[in-house]
């Protein structure tokens, strides 16, 4: 596997000339750099004689090792049936496997998919022509599947699912007009993987603005028990707000609601990714006269949030993506500085104090109401974008990656070893008591070996060492060949 252990870790001639030395820090520190923005050729996925289309919740999910998972809506027939369809790569998106599709519904619609892993357990949600949310998984990532639950309760009026797991708890949010004029945010939970599913929770209960309800589309994120959720053109207090809403009990019961902007414009189209305490959150604002974006988080959790960042100064940048892994926090969007529907990119790697420049990845974006925008999901060093571009057929999906976006040389520790140079992943704490942690790897799985050199098992990097005996052991990375880390568990 590519990654960026295997671009910094190679061996010099026993009796080089020290000039040699200078030569491999030169390209340590300004080639290996350089990889770092590198992205790839975009990869068509289909290729169908209908359009498809992705939808404003996450569409790719990256895990575990090297898997990534795919999900998009596709026409059967014209204007009369929208199925679900599913495809994956286990290369870390170099060759992907032929599509697999989810539903077979006549003259009804399944749209607006939303997709997330846990371990091997693939969760899928999606609309089913406004009636209900439905709900699908793979126990052994994405090889076969289960058949589909309805997890919604109140029938007819729903729209805009979006999902994401923590462990063996699955959490999805909707948007649910049904009972009144005013669309509201419904949510439902799985404790058990999505094997059964509990009853629908209403998060919101005040009136809002309806008509452009499809920017309403709730997100939602999961960090260890706390469950993050916000939404947009909240107008409770007579303008279009975002607002946010979290549960520090995995879903159990719900605190109030936390207005995040207050300003006179239209604040809308939301995106939310949490990584330990440090909630992100993104939209599209149009206070300075036309759509730009916005960036805010909290450090604790959402208990308190800091002040908003604009991160465009173009005519229109909407449609943000936001997802973090560990220090390092991504964004795609859709955009039109060039006069056309183009699809942007942008990082930070010090969990949003700071950001990097905007990166253009492709054109043209498909747009429809609800449909077409692109997600990204990061795992190890690689950053994956999922969205819908222009094809023969009207839509198709389209792939592209950057296999070092999520590293940073300035993040590890860089050393000669002998004749070597090798990067050193760090634990923390260490000695531990109970587990340690890998920091900005907390996704990850490791294998830990006893001092004799036995595998004692495989650890997620959140958990190292969770119900060991205490001992000496030896963290490494479970797909690549870098340095051991000795970490050591005391009573």
């Not at 286990?90 to 619609?109: K, S």
């Not at 094997?195 to 929770?201: M, P, R, V, Y």
């Not at 109030?256 to 939301?270: E, G, I, Q």
Request: hydrophobic fraction near 35%.
């Amino acid at each position: 596997m590519f990654s960026l252990f295997s671009v910094v870790s190679f061996r010099l001639p026993p009796r080089a000339f020290p000039l040699t030395w200078c030569a491999l820090l030169l390209t340590f520190f300004f080639f290996v750099p350089s990889l770092l923005a590198q992205w790839e050729p975009d990869v068509r996925l289909t290729y169908n004689d209908l359009p498809s289309f992705t939808s404003l919740s996450s569409c790719v999910a990256a895990g575990p090792g090297a898997m990534v998972h795919v999900v998009w809506a596709n026409f059967t027939r014209p204007a009369l049936d929208e199925d679900i369809y599913y495809k994956r790569s286990t290369n870390n998106g170099v060759t992907w496997e032929a599509e697999t599709r989810l539903t077979w519904d006549q003259q009804l619609h399944d749209w607006l998919p939303s997709v997330t892993i846990s371990d091997s357990v693939v969760h899928v949600v999606w609309m089913y022509s406004t009636r209900d949310i439905v709900y699908r998984r793979s126990t052994d990532g994405g090889g076969t599947w289960e058949a589909a639950l309805r997890i919604s309760v109140t029938p007819n009026g729903v729209k805009c699912p979006s999902v994401a797991v923590s462990d063996s708890v699955v959490h999805v949010v909707w948007m649910h007009w049904a009972e009144s004029a005013w669309p509201e945010i419904f949510y439902t939970r799985s404790t058990n993987s999505g094997a059964s599913w509990s009853g629908e929770t209403r998060l919101t209960t005040v009136p809002w603005d309806s008509l452009s309800y499809a920017y309403l589309a709730p997100s939602i994120s999961v960090s260890g028990s706390v469950v993050h959720v916000v939404w947009g053109e909240d107008n409770r207090e007579g303008s279009h707000e975002i607002y946010y809403k979290r549960s520090t009990n995995n879903g159990v019961t719900w605190q109030t609601d936390t207005r995040l902007t207050n300003d006179p414009a239209w604040s809308r189209k939301p995106s939310v990714s949490a990584s330990g305490p440090v909630v992100h959150v993104a939209w599209s604002d149009e206070r300075n006269g036309y759509e730009e974006l916005y960036y805010k988080r909290s450090t604790d959790s959402g208990v308190t949030w800091g002040a908003d960042t604009r991160l465009t100064t173009i005519p229109i940048a909407d449609f943000p993506f936001v997802s973090a892994s560990g220090t390092f926090v991504h964004m795609v969007w859709h955009d039109v500085r060039n006069s056309s529907d183009d699809l942007y990119y942008k990082r930070s790697t010090d969990s949003g104090v700071t950001w990097g420049a905007d990166t253009f990845l492709s054109r043209p974006l498909v747009l429809y109401l609800d449909e077409g925008y692109p997600s990204v999901s990061a795992k190890g060093p690689f950053v994956h974008v999922v969205w819908t571009s222009q094809g023969p057929g009207g839509g198709e999906i389209y792939y592209k990656r950057n296999p070092t976006g999520n590293s940073s040389v300035e993040e590890e520790t860089a050393e000669i070893r002998g004749h070597r140079l090798e990067v050193e992943l760090k634990a923390r704490p260490n000695p531990f008591l109970s587990f340690a942690a890998v920091p900005g790897h907390e996704l990850e799985h490791f294998e830990l070996y006893d001092i004799a050199g036995r595998e004692v098992g495989i650890y997620k990097g959140d958990r190292i060492g969770d119900g060991l005996s205490p001992g000496v052991y030896f963290l490494k990375p479970e797909e690549q060949n870098t340095k051991s880390v000795r970490i050591v568990k005391v009573r």
